[in-house]
């Protein structure tokens, strides 16, 4: 990400970055370069959003980086009104995905996050699943013109894809069931349907959804859906893209609770089914 931003800042003096208290030691280089474009404006998440926004009024291009719960729901009325209301371009950038800040409790999780912003019209949602998945859909959304959320983990995937924006990439192909993943849940699901016939469709790209390649690679009467955020986030564009078609849909994904376990990431994934093991169980039953 550091590599993308600091190259964007770079080139195009009508960019301007805007730190939230995280990350400012991997940017010092680039803040003490460019000290009128590159700020930490600390914690004060509506605040800089509105800070952005104002620059984004004038011409300029703002990026904002923060933590996921900090930026789409603490500032989920800058978002809203400032950006997509006035109908102005920015990037918005955040760390900890779904449950990366694990040990830090509930206040730093955030499983709601593509279903909330999903809520807001012309809304960009890219959920990477890897560095290099980002760099190809950050170079590609930057400076388009339009409010875009880039969804990040430190839980990246091993394996790589490659990806293009508002498109979805066939990863497996098989017969008996269409299986829908997103950003770092590939590898589980990879491994989960290793040896099962089922098709397997990944997406990088949330909003815009894809439903051609949906559409296209609907195999059966049964899709499957595997969620790194809250379960049911995809359900209505599923029905959306098999309109016409009698399907059974399924899945897993963050339940919608309160998560009151503590623990590491992958403690709380093997506590909600979402390893590989557990989406194999789950896959093969609705298989039956």
Known sequence: MKNSVSRMIACYEDTVFFLIDIGVYAFQDVMKKY?????????????????????????????IYGISPFIVQRALEQIKLDF??????GNFITTGA???????GYSHYCAEDVATLKTLPGMEILVP???GQFTALFETCARNGRASYFRMTDHC???????????????????????????????????????????????????????????????GDRVFVCEPFYEGTFCQDVLK???????????VGVPREIMRSYGTKRDKDMNLGLTAKGIRAKIQAFIC
């Open 35 to 63: 000290p009128g474009r590159v700020k930490n404006i600390g914690i004060f998440e509506p605040g800089t959003i509105g800070i952005a926004a104002g620059t984004a009024l004038t011409g300029m291009i703002p990026t």
């Open 129 to 131: 699943g890897t560095p």
């Open 241 to 251: 893209a098999v309109s016409g078609r009698a399907v059974k849909i399924g899945g």
């Open 98 to 104: 779904s449950y990366d800040f694990s040990t830090l």
């Open 84 to 89: 997509i209301y006035q109908a102005v371009g």
């Open 157 to 219: 995937n091993k394996m790589e894809v490659d990806v293009e924006f508002g498109k979805a990439s066939v990863v497996k192909r098989g017969s008996k069931v269409t299986v829908i993943t997103f950003a770092e849940m590939l590898d589980a699901v990879v491994g989960a349907c290793a040896d099962l016939d089922v098709t397997v469709l990944y997406y990088t790209t949330a909003e815009p959804f894809d439903y051609r390649t949906l559409r296209e690679n609907l195999v």
